[in-house]
């Protein structure tokens, strides 16, 4: 997929982006579009894989909330729904490789089929801390679904049944992704200025 101007984007969507968070970025790199049609591929992919069970999506916030929520809509298999918050990034646009729950689970998933909802998979070890923790409460299943992953910074191999986009190492925002708290609310994934990027 060729990376859009963020003009033409904007232009074709109508999406009123702020002048202040548009000086911030360079381009698109996957618009909304090609995300919904990602999403309704997996999502039949998954309706087949669950048939006649239940899934619980757990989204490691907060990055996944966008996805999850356009996920689950596009599922019609039964679904509930609980979120992890973890941190390994601070304020850097890159990993610490130290990952802390900051909210676990609400729901006790033994013996449920979890499919576990990724924003971005970069170097794979907040995953695979992930990964082992909750194989350790015992799901009857346990799979991985990740909007975007960066296999350049992979540092682990790890199991993603369900994979959307592979993105090339740069920091991206939008659909849910960060800097600083900021762009999580772009319909779309954009890679930042690089002085933004520093």
């Known amino acids: 997929m060729a990376p859009e101007s963020l003009a033409d984007v904007l232009a ?8 202040d968070l548009a000086a911030d970025l360079d381009e698109v790199l996957i618009t909304g579009e090609a995300i919904r049609d990602k999403l309704g591929e997996l ?4 309706d087949r894989d669950y048939a006649g069970r239940d899934v619980l999506l757990v989204g490691i916030l ?28 601070g304020a850097s646009t890159r990993t610490s490789g130290v990952v802390r729950i900051l909210k676990d689970l609400d729901i006790d998933i033994e013996g449920r089929h979890v499919l576990l909802v990724e924003d971005i998979v970069d170097s794979g ?15 009857a299943s346990l799979e991985v679904l990740a909007l975007l992953t960066k296999p ?10 369900y994979r959307g ?8 925002v939008g659909y849910g992704l960060d800097y600083d708290e900021r762009f ?13 990027n520093g």
């Not at 999502?43 to 998954?46: G, L, M, N, T, V």
């Not at 070890?125 to 799901?139: A, E, I, K």
């Not at 986009?165 to 991206?172: G, I, K, L, Q, R």
């Not at 609310?185 to 002085?195: G, H, I, K, M």
């Open 43 to 46: 999502a039949a992919e998954i």
């Open 184 to 196: 999580r609310n772009l319909p779309f994934v954009a890679t930042l200025r690089s002085q933004t």
């Open 165 to 172: 986009f592979e993105v090339p190492d740069v920091f991206v």
């Open 12 to 19: 074709h969507t109508g999406f009123d982006l702020s002048a």
């Open 125 to 139: 070890l907040t995953l695979n801390y992930l990964l082992r923790n909750l194989r350790s409460r015992q799901p």
């Open 62 to 89: 907060k990055g996944a909330f966008v996805l999850i929520a356009d996920l689950a809509r596009h599922l019609s298999v039964p679904v509930s729904i609980d979120f992890m918050a973890v941190s390994s990034y």
């Open 152 to 161: 350049s910074q992979r540092r682990i191999d790890l199991p993603i049944r």
